[in-house]
């Protein structure tokens, strides 16, 4: 069981939470749930419903399609925020590496603190341009190669 610094420390270093308050950060973190995934686990597959947002706190989890890998992710990254936003099944599947612990949000515990802190809205807008961005330029990569 994570202590409430700990719990803060971990949510502070999350991408979309950054610019935001220690005062909210606390609130936010506390309102969090910790559940554990043993290695092999399926978090969630491609498809599901999903209405959370995860926090690696301990261990390492695969986002993926099938058996392609698209990330590897472990303590302090964050997956699940687009299913918080757009009502449309997961788009990849997580499954744990290893033993793996995650702090959860849950879309209604979200909403309630966008609320609250508008600008923690703004922050999960520029985490996921940046990573449309980034496979945008992986795909243009892709495509500049093939053509050669």
């Known amino acids: 069981m994570l202590t409430s610094i700990d719990r803060l420390l971990l949510v502070r270093g999350v991408p979309i939470f950054k610019e935001l308050r220690d005062d909210f950060l ?5 309102i969090m ?4 995934y043993p290695s092999g686990k399926m978090i969630f597959a491609q498809g599901q419903e999903g209405r959370s947002l995860y926090i690696v706190v301990a261990g390492r989890v695969r986002v993926h399609l099938g058996d392609k890998d698209l990330a590897i992710l472990d303590k302090g990254s964050c997956f699940g925020e687009m299913s918080l936003f757009d009502a449309e099944p997961r788009s990849a599947s997580v ?14 515990q979200l909403y309630e603190a966008i609320d609250e802190t508008p600008d923690i809205a703004v922050n999960i807008i520029r985490l996921l341009s940046r990573r449309i961005r980034s496979q ?8 500049a190669s ?3």
């Open 136 to 143: 945008n330029l992986q795909l243009n990569e892709l495509q």
């Open 33 to 36: 749930n910790e559940v554990s």
């Open 26 to 30: 606390v609130r936010l973190a506390s």
């Open 146 to 148: 093939k053509q050669s």
């Open 95 to 108: 499954t744990a590496i290893s033993n793996c612990d995650c702090l959860v949000l849950t879309q209604q």
